[in-house]
């Protein structure tokens, strides 16, 4: 079983920018791909990034890519988002998810098993 914990998250003025943590224990990190998703108040949650186990692989969903970026430190067991150019629609509870594989393709929330809790991201307009 592994924990993951977010945190980072924040207001922010629209143009802003936060970086997003989650950090890992419990199982071995370094053999898992990671990703990010987000919800946004009324709507289903969806994926932001994701990063295979070396982070040689990353992916993105077409509404951040360009303003986000997504990486990891296996010695630290944390994975991190990097978000610049923040907009409203940007507003969500961040959250953190590790994959049984060490590399996802696509964005289904099927390749992901283990949620941390969510951290709030809030940008103003």
Same mark, same amino acid.
């Given at each position: 079983q592994v924990q993951l914990v977010e945190s980072g998250g924040g207001? =922010?003025?629209a143009g802003g920018s936060l970086r997003l943590s989650c950090a890992a224990s419990g199982r071995t990190f370094s053999s898992?791909?990671?990703?990010w998703f987000r919800q946004a108040?009324?709507?289903?949650r /969806?994926?932001?990034? &994701? *990063?295979? %186990? @070396?982070?040689? $692989? +990353? $992916?993105?969903?077409?509404? =951040? +890519?360009?303003?986000?970026? *997504?990486?990891?430190?296996? &010695? +630290?067991n944390t994975v991190y988002l990097q978000m610049n150019s923040l907009k409203p629609e940007d507003t969500a509870v961040y959250?953190?998810?590790?994959?049984?594989? =060490? =590399?996802? $393709? @696509?964005?289904? /929330? &099927?390749?992901?098993?283990? %949620?941390?809790q969510g951290t709030q991201v809030t940008v103003s307009s």
């Open positions: 207001l =922010v003025q898992h791909a990671m990703g108040p009324g709507k289903e /969806e994926f932001v990034a &994701a *990063i295979s %186990w @070396g982070g040689g $692989t +990353k $992916t993105y969903a077409d509404s =951040v +890519k360009g303003r986000f970026s *997504i990486s990891r430190d296996n &010695a +630290k959250y953190c998810a590790q994959s049984p594989l =060490v =590399v996802v $393709t @696509g964005t289904s /929330e &099927a390749q992901f098993y283990s %949620w941390g």
